[in-house]
């Protein structure tokens, strides 16, 4: 089993930045993806970044520029730097790691960015 405790949101004015943290615990496999997803009442889960153990990223459309995903394998853990927030990127943000099959979730984090 695995544990995901993500950490580091909060309240934030417009053009802030924000840096998100995720630590993961338990069994976990050498091969596997870590990403942020992020959710608004009402709607889907989307999809804001991965990155894979060897260091290869994917990010939404809407945060390429702005957001940057690392991660510390030693630790286990990824990290979301959020730089020039928006209204709109006010959500609950979810770690996510994949390991083959298994797909495990953070409880999340909340987000507000203000205008």
């Known amino acids: 089993q695995v544990q995901l405790v993500e950490s580091g949101g909060g309240l934030v004015q417009a053009g802030g930045s924000l840096r998100l943290s995720c630590a993961a615990s338990?069994?976990?496999?050498?091969?596997?993806?870590m990403g942020w997803y992020r959710q608004v009442p009402g709607k889907q889960r989307d999809l804001v970044a991965t990155?894979?153990?060897?260091?290869?990223?994917n990010y939404a459309d809407s945060v390429q520029g702005r957001f940057i995903i690392s991660r510390d394998n030693a630790k286990n853990t990824v990290y979301l730097q959020m730089n020039s927030l928006k209204p709109e990127d006010t959500a609950v943000y979810y770690c996510?790691?994949?390991?083959?099959?298994?797909?495990?979730w953070g409880r999340g984090t909340q987000v507000t960015v203000s205008s």
């Open positions: 996510k790691l994949t390991s083959y099959s298994l797909v495990y």
């Open positions: 338990g069994s976990i496999s050498n091969t596997n993806v």
């Open positions: 990155i894979t153990r060897g260091g290869t990223t």
